[in-house]
C-alpha cells in the first residue's frame, strides 16, 4: 500500500469516527423527539402551533410531554391524586384484556424505577449457552413462589441480551453460585453488547507486584 493511499485511509477513518457517531446521536435524538412531538395532539385543533401560528414547532411536543409527566406525578403525589388514579386501575382492572398489559407494565416499570430494586442495576458473566462459554448478562432479580420452590438451589434470573439489539434476549435461571458479578456499569455493559462485543470498559492496569530481591550476601 503506497504512502497516499494509507494517509487517505487515515483520513477517511478519522473523518468517519467524527461524523458516525454525530449523525447516529441525532437520529436517534431525532426519533425520541419525534415520538414525544405526538403528544401535541393531545392538545384542541385549534390549540396547535399550526392553528396559533400557521407553522408547527419543533421540539413543542416533547415539552408538553415532560410538562404532563411532571403535572401527573404532582398530582399523584397527594391523596386525592393517588385516590382518582386507584379508581382509574380498578376501571381498567375489570377489562380482561387491558388488565393483564397494564398491570404486567406497571410491574415491569415499577421494577426499573425503585431505588431498592436490584433489577438491571449489575452487570454479570454467566455460562451461557453451554459450559466454558461465557455471555455478558443483567440481574434481574430473585425469582419467588413456585420458581423458587422446584428449583434444587438457589436461583437468580438474568436477562442476556442479544447483539446488536439487547431489547431482546433470553431469560434464565442460573444456581447464583455461578452468577459472576462484574464491576463495569450497566452502561458499559449495553455498550459492550450494542457494539458487538468492541467496545469494552477502560480499567487502570493491573499494578505489577516488584520482584523479590535476593537476600545481600554478607
Not at 423527539?33 to 401560528?53: K, N, Q, T, Y
Not at 397494564?102 to 454467566?126: L, N
Not at 455461578?178 to 455493559?189: C, Q
Amino acid at each position: 500500500m503506497s504512502e497516499k493511499t494509507s494517509t487517505l485511509r487515515k483520513w477517511l477513518m478519522a473523518g468517519l469516527l467524527v461524523w458516525a457517531p454525530l449523525a447516529i446521536t441525532v437520529w436517534v435524538i431525532g426519533l425520541i423527539i419525534g415520538f414525544m412531538d405526538r403528544s401535541i395532539l393531545l392538545l384542541p385543533p385549534e390549540f396547535r402551533p399550526e392553528a396559533l401560528f400557521g407553522f408547527n414547532i419543533p421540539g413543542l411536543g416533547a415539552l408538553l410531554a415532560v410538562a404532563v409527566v411532571l403535572l401527573t406525578g404532582a398530582l399523584v403525589a397527594n391523596f386525592l391524586g393517588r385516590t382518582l388514579v386507584g379508581w382509574g386501575e380498578a376501571v381498567l382492572n375489570r377489562i380482561p384484556l387491558v388488565r393483564s398489559v397494564y398491570s404486567a407494565t406497571k410491574q415491569v416499570i415499577e421494577t426499573f424505577v425503585s431505588q431498592d430494586s436490584r433489577s438491571f442495576r449489575q452487570v454479570v458473566m454467566v455460562e451461557y449457552p453451554r459450559k466454558e462459554c461465557w455471555s455478558i448478562a443483567f440481574l434481574a432479580g430473585s425469582p419467588v413462589g413456585e420458581v423458587q420452590e422446584k428449583t434444587a438451589q438457589q436461583v437468580l434470573t438474568v436477562f442476556v441480551p442479544t447483539a446488536p439489539n439487547p431489547t431482546s434476549g433470553f431469560v434464565i435461571m442460573v444456581p447464583e453460585h455461578e452468577v459472576i458479578p462484574l464491576d463495569m456499569t450497566v452502561e458499559e455493559g449495553f455498550r459492550m453488547v450494542i457494539s458487538l462485543g468492541v467496545v469494552t470498559p477502560k480499567r487502570p492496569p493491573a499494578p505489577v507486584a516488584e520482584l523479590e530481591k535476593p537476600p545481600a550476601s554478607g
